[in-house]
Structure formats: C-alpha cells, structure tokens
C-alpha cells in the first residue's frame, strides 16, 4: 500500500519522523497515579515451551537503562512493580535488582516490593541471601502442570521436584508464590488434575492466587 511505512522498532519510526531516540519510559502524564509500573531487565527467553510464543533468545537491557526507567516511577503512587521479563533470573543482570530496590524505597515511600515471572529452574539457582535483599514480594511461577510426563512434554525446564525444591525456597524467604496452571493440556485425565490440585491446596500457606 503506497501510503503505509512500515517499522520494526520505535527507533525506525523516531529516525524517519526526525527525531532523536533514546531507551528508556516518560510516565509524566501518569503522575500521582495508582498504577502497577511494569520494568523490563530483559526480553525473550531462552526457554522453547511448547505453548510460548515469546521469541527464544534473550536481549538484555542496560543497567543505565533499568535505572532510568526506575527513576521514572519516582512520581508515581505505585507500590508494586512488575517485573517485564519473561524469565526473570536468566539474564545475567538479574541482580541489580538490589540496586533498584534502593533506587525505589528512596524515592518512593510506599513501595513494597516486585512481582516478577520466571521458572522453578531459575528460582533454584538464586541464592538466599540474594531473595533477602532482591525486594521480591510475589513470583509468577510457570508451572503449568504438576505432573512430570505432562512437563516433558510442553519442554518445561523443570520437573516436580524442582518444583517443590522452588516452593520451599520461596517459602523460606517469604516470597507468596502465583501459580500459573494451564487447563486442557493434552494428555490430562482425572489423576493429573488431582495431582495439580494437590499440589495447590498442599502450599496454600505461600500460594497469594493463582492464574
């Protein structure tokens, strides 16, 4: 169509209008709002599950740039912050979550902490001492199903026990855990739903909801 241009990046369109592109979030219109601020440390995922559509492989994002995207949240009314990543944990800039934390309890006196999304495989490799200070309150935990074969099957990166290993870990730390479960995978019978059940109604202490 000879009147569309196409671009594949917000720099493509910045360039072709003239303007000068930089990375990074401009919440000015938003503050003093109640909102839930999503920062992105990465994208992608180096995961191949069979239901994901995320592209499989993982770009990180500056350190320069996660801390301006966090002093953008400065003025707004927001106690919780969404992790972007798909995976949290797999980029090796992970821990600077630390650092952004400190960022945010200075410039935001009703933050609480993050909410982030990752695997049971990533959760196992952080240390405790680093899930103390991260400021994490709430994991997204992509479980899907409490079943192994069910697992093998969508290329999860985990098994049960890893998955139970995870749980405790969080636990441990005070991390409420949101569990996400698929329904209607192929392959479920009445026994691998009452195995995920199980498995929910057993760590209801640390389980906030579940999507």
Same mark, same amino acid.
């Given at each position: 169509?000879?009147?569309?241009?196409?671009?594949?990046?917000?720099?493509?369109?910045?360039?072709?209008?003239?303007? !000068?592109?930089?990375?990074?979030? @401009?919440?000015?219109?938003? &503050?003093?709002?109640? =909102? /839930?601020?999503?920062?992105?440390? *990465?994208?992608?995922?180096?995961?191949?599950? !069979?239901?994901?559509?995320?592209? @499989?492989?993982?770009?990180? &994002?500056?350190?320069? =740039? /996660?801390?301006?995207?966090?002093? *953008?949240?400065?003025?707004?009314?927001?106690?919780?912050?969404?992790?972007?990543?798909?995976?949290?944990?797999?980029?090796?800039?992970?821990?600077?979550?630390?650092?952004?934390?400190?960022?945010?309890?200075?410039?935001?006196?009703?933050?609480?902490?993050?909410?982030?999304?990752?695997?049971?495989?990533?959760?196992?490799?952080?240390?405790?001492?680093?899930?103390?200070?991260?400021?994490?309150?709430?994991?997204?935990?992509?479980?899907?199903?409490?079943?192994?074969?069910?697992?093998?099957?969508?290329?999860?990166?985990?098994?049960?026990?890893?998955?139970?290993?995870?749980?405790?870990?969080?636990?441990?730390?005070?991390?409420?855990?949101?569990?996400?479960?698929?329904?209607?995978?192929?392959?479920?019978?009445?026994?691998?739903?009452?195995?995920?059940?199980?498995?929910?109604?057993?760590?209801?202490?640390?389980?906030?909801?579940?999507?």
């Amino acid at each position: 169509i000879p009147n569309i241009s196409w671009h594949d990046s917000m720099k493509s369109f910045a360039d072709s209008e003239g303007f !000068a592109y930089s990375e990074g979030t @401009d919440y000015r219109h938003f &503050t003093g709002s109640a =909102v /839930i601020p999503r920062l992105t440390m *990465s994208q992608g995922c180096l995961h191949k599950c !069979a239901f994901c559509v995320v592209p @499989d492989k993982l770009e990180t &994002t500056s350190k320069q =740039v /996660i801390d301006q995207q966090a002093e *953008s949240f400065s003025n707004l009314n927001s106690g919780l912050v969404y992790l972007n990543d798909k995976t949290f944990g797999q980029a090796d800039n992970y821990e600077h979550l630390v650092n952004v934390k400190q960022m945010l309890e200075q410039t935001n006196p009703e933050f609480e902490g993050f909410i982030v999304q990752t695997t049971a495989a990533s959760i196992n490799k952080m240390s405790d001492e680093f899930l103390q200070k991260s400021g994490i309150k709430y994991v997204e935990l992509g479980i899907e199903s409490y079943n192994d074969l069910i697992l093998k099957t969508l290329h999860k990166p985990h098994n049960i026990t890893m998955i139970d290993r995870a749980v405790d870990k969080l636990r441990n730390n005070n991390i409420q855990i949101i569990p996400n479960i698929i329904i209607g995978l192929p392959a479920e019978t009445a026994k691998t739903y009452a195995a995920t059940q199980d498995f929910l109604n057993r760590n209801a202490d640390v389980i906030s909801h579940a999507n």
